[in-house]
Structure formats: structure tokens, C-alpha cells
């Protein structure tokens, strides 16, 4: 790997570094483009896969930009480049703003509209794509490219399509091929951003290099890619500063998750996620259950996408948890809360959203396996669809064959809010009564703690979970949920003394007359009112 020499790694802002005056920064300058230092990191990071910002107002997008112009100087017509969006709009935002610097002197770069590609004099080209449908990425695959940029990562919701545009980097002309991605916390790629480069701290420093090996399956030679995150904030922005700052505010409307998020980068922040809800009291350390609390298991199933089992416990009193020697561990369960204490999640690699398309068979005898033989499953609840039995015998039969016997979960959806009654119900015990959830889980339970907390509305029905993203483990949970149904105690308002009629705080209107007395009064009335 090339040398390099971060300028701004240390740096609290854009005032604590200073960009080196060497070729790259000199060559930028004379055309027009001023780097700063994180933008100078970006630009001169060799490693192979590079994501950038984590933050609102970083100046992601005129990195990008820069990297472009000292790419195409130091390969001219040898540097072939790609940058993928979202959506249209978007696309033509990153547009608008390349032509302020591609097309003035003394770049002059070409615009071709039609094919939407910039290209130099020298004979370098950038084409800027969208990926509408993940299904897009499949028509880039014949194409070959030196740089990969793709803007606003975490706009993603799977990262399985990214991963396919990987495939065009390749160069016969031995230029140095990389992947250069920005994003911010948040969004539907929230979590697989957060994967792909290890933000696991809540305000990730970054500038760590991490490694992943491959083996040649001809050769049996190891090759090692390198991955980096460059954090880069408002602070290391010159060009913006109170004002924005103002507009972030406003933009927040007292929303102090997004407001940090934004402005710190943080990653433990998840903004607009559909449970909002949930925080760290849900996921509670092992502890030794009661062997008279009742158990359940809960099974979404899943062939091309992945399956999901959950074994529960129902909480028989109100309980402290204890480790095996003895000592308290975690909060006080109430009676009657869900905790779930052992998962399966049948996926193909971390973050694809793939199932291993395991026969009905295979999924029974997975479950048998992990279910101790002197541990009583009262029940299991398992998706609809595996009762179905238009075809030979269905899913739930084979099932019962191998040893797992299922009931249907209640699971209605109707077209214009879905799932919102299975929904509500999980939601309702993530909420629990005062502050106190009804529905918890083991910290072993990875893939629950890794998807629930992520999960987005869906853009077209915003009562629903978004169907694209990694749901299945939710789904598991709102199966639990509906086979326990929780309705939280509700105190009545209190009765005045001495009044027929009255209103509560929410403007709702109350008797405290019988429907007989109502009658009376009116006759009364009535009478008075002719005499």
C-alpha cells in the first residue's frame, strides 16, 4: 500500500490542521478547488475501500469532487469513474454542483446529458448512476471503472446491490482501483454502515484500518483488502458555521436525537427508526429462568430470505434475575412480561438479507436441536403462510413430521396499514407501564439487538416496517407478541360529585347519569319548558 500521511487525524476541527502543500493540494488549488483538511485525508487515502463524513455538513459531496479531479490529473484517459445515488433528484444535486467546478476554466470538462457522463480532455470519464431498484446494479456488471463512489450510503436500505458494483472495479491499465462511500448516521443503511466500517462507538474517531482476507480459489493465494473510516464533521467544514448551525436547529424542531446525530455524528442514535421506542433496558443479561415460567417459541419463516426463531419465557411473578452464582443481575421483570432468552437466525452472511433456503425438515430439526430435551414448549407460533396446503402437504406438516408441531400466528394485514395491530402490540410492550418495558431479551440474542433498534417506515405505507430492510427477527417478535396479548391497565378518570355531565384533560365528555335518569331530566326539562 502507498505511504500516506493523514493531515487531520488528531484534529477537533478544520482550525487544529493544516493541508500539506504538495502536489495534490497545489494541483487542486490551481483549478479552483481549495481542499480542507479532511477533504485532503479523503482525497490521498490509498485504501481500497474508504468511507467518508458521518455527519451533517462535512462537506462529503465536494470530497468527492476533489478526489475525482486529482484522480483523472494523476491517470488522465486511464481514470474511468462511476458515482451511484438513491434516487433521480438526488443524483442531479451532485450534478449541479460538479458542473460548478468540471465545466469552468481551466478544467473544461465536457457534459454529456444523455449518457450523464463528465468528460475531460484528456479523455477520463465519470458517469453518474442511480440505483432505483436493487435489481439495477446487475446492469453495471459489464462495465469496468477505477473509482466507485457512492453518495449517501445510509439511503440504502440493503447493502447486497452496493456490494455487486464492486465487481467493476478492475483496470487492464494497472490504476490503482478504490470504493469511496459517504453517509451519515441514521436512515435505512443506518446499520449496515455502521457494519461495514465499525462505528461502534457512539462519535467513532475513525482512521482505523481494518483488513479482510480472501483466498484465490485457483491459486489458494491470500489477498487482503483494507477498509477506513474518515469522520468528518460540521466543525471540519470553514465554509459553514453559525447559520447553519441555526438551520440544523430549526430543521430539528426540538428533536434532540437528530439534532446530535447531525452535528456530533453520532452512531447510538437512531432517528425516525419505526420502534423508537426501544433502548437499553430492553436487552437484559442472562440469568438462570424459573423453571415454572411458562415457554414458547415464535418462527418467521424464510427460505431466500432469513429465517428467524425465538424461544420466550413468560415472567410467572414479578422477578430479579440472578447469574448462576447466586448474584442479582438486571432490572425487576414484571409478571407477565415476554423475555426472550435463546434466538435462531438462519442468514446467509452478516448483512446480505439472505436465507439458507433450509427445507421444512432441516428448520424442525435445527429447532429440536436447540431446544433442551427437558425444557416444556407449551406452544409455537409460526407464520400463516407455512399452513398453506394447496400443493401436496404444507410447510407446518412436514414440520409437525420432524418433531415441531406450529399454530398459526395472528397476523392480519390489511393494505393501508398493514400490521399495525401485530405492530402495536410489540410496541406496546416495548413501552410497558411507566417507564417499565413488558417484553425484554437475553444479550445473546444478536440479530434482534443488531436489526429491531434499525428498522425504518416504509416510504409508501409509513404504518408498516420498511419491506426491504431485515425485518424477520421483528416479525418473530410480533408473533410473541400477539400470542400474549397486552393491554395495559387504564385508570378511569375520576367521578365529580354530584354532576351529570362533565369533560376530562383530553376534551372527552362523561355521565355519570344513567341512560333512565338522562330520560328523566329531559322529560323535566321539557315540562318546564311548556309551562
Known sequence: MTEWTPCAKDAAGWKDATVPDDACSQYLRSVGYDPQPKQYDFITCPIDDVGFGGARGGAKTSGIIGDWLWHEKQYGENAIGFIFRRERTQLMEFIEEAKRFFLAEPLKFKWLAVEKVFQAPSGARLRAAYLDKDSDADSYQGGGATRLYIEERGTFS?????????????????????????????????????????????IPKGYEVFNTEFENPWTKQKVSKSRIFIPSRLTDNKYLGNDYIANLYEACAGNDALLQ????????VLEGSYFNEWNGNHVIEQFQIPEHWMRFRSLRWGSARPTSVGWWAVAGNDFAGRDAEGHEVGPVIPKGSLVRYREWYLQKGAGTNEGLKLTAEQIATGIRERTPRDEKIVYTVASPQIFQSDFGPSLSERMAKAGVFCTPADDHAAKEIGRSGGWDQLRARLLGVDGVPRIYCFKNCADSVRTIPSLQHDRDYPEEVDDESEDHAAADWRFAAMSRPFVPHVQPPPIPDGVGF??????????????????????????AEID
Not at 464492486?166 to 462511500?181: D, F
Not at 446525530?261 to 447510538?268: H, P, Q
Open 261 to 268: 446525530a447531525w452535528l456530533e455524528g453520532r452512531w447510538d
Open 158 to 202: 440493503r447493502e447486497p446491490p452496493l456490494n455487486k458494483l464492486h465487481a467493476i472495479l478492475r483496470s487492464g491499465r494497472g490504476v490503482p482501483c478504490q470504493a469511496k462511500s459517504t453517509f451519515n448516521p441514521g436512515g435505512v443503511g443506518h446499520s449496515h454502515c455502521k457494519e461495514r466500517y465499525k462505528l461502534y462507538d457512539p
Open 502 to 527: 362533565y369533560g376530562d384533560a383530553n376534551g372527552v365528555t362523561h355521565s355519570t347519569l344513567t341512560v333512565r335518569q338522562m330520560i328523566d331530566r329531559m322529560e323535566k326539562k321539557r315540562k
